[in-house]
Nanobody, 121 residues
Framework: QVQLVESGGGLVQPGGSLRLSCAAS????????MGWHRQVRGKERELVAS???????NYQDSVKGRFTISRDSTKNMVYLQMNSLRPEDTAVYYC???????????????WGQGTQVTVSS
């Protein structure tokens, strides 16, 4: 079992910054990709950013240049630094990890419980 716990959400004014953190714990063999999705009520969950175990990152076009994803594989943590926040960034942000429980198992996706980010004046 893998548990993902997010922290760092909250209320911020437009143009402000927030840093989200996610810690993975439990019993597993390895984590390949870690990242963040977000979801607005009534809409589909969308990928925000992801980073592989070797540091290759990927971003949704709308956050490029504003958000930065980073990872500390020694601590099984992933971070999302969000700058120049806009009202349209308001959503619940979910951490995810592509995990192999055993060396011979297929990867499966685990999700955190989500953290609310609200950008409003």
């Amino acid at each position: 079992q893998v548990q993902l716990v997010e922290s760092g959400g909250g209320l911020v004014q437009p143009g402000g910054s927030l840093r989200l953190s996610c810690a993975a714990s439990g019993s597993f063999f390895s984590i390949n990709v870690m990242g963040w999705h977000r979801q607005v009520r009534g809409k589909e969950r969308e990928l925000v950013a992801s980073v592989t175990s070797v540091g290759d990152s990927n971003y949704q076009d709308s956050v490029k240049g504003r958000f930065t994803i980073s990872r500390d594989s020694t601590k099984n943590m992933v971070y999302l630094q969000m700058n120049s926040l806009r009202p349209e960034d308001t959503a619940v942000y979910y951490c995810y990890a592509n995990v192999r429980i055993h060396s011979g198992s297929w990867p499966s996706v685990s999700w955190g419980q989500g953290t609310q980010v609200t950008v409003s004046s």
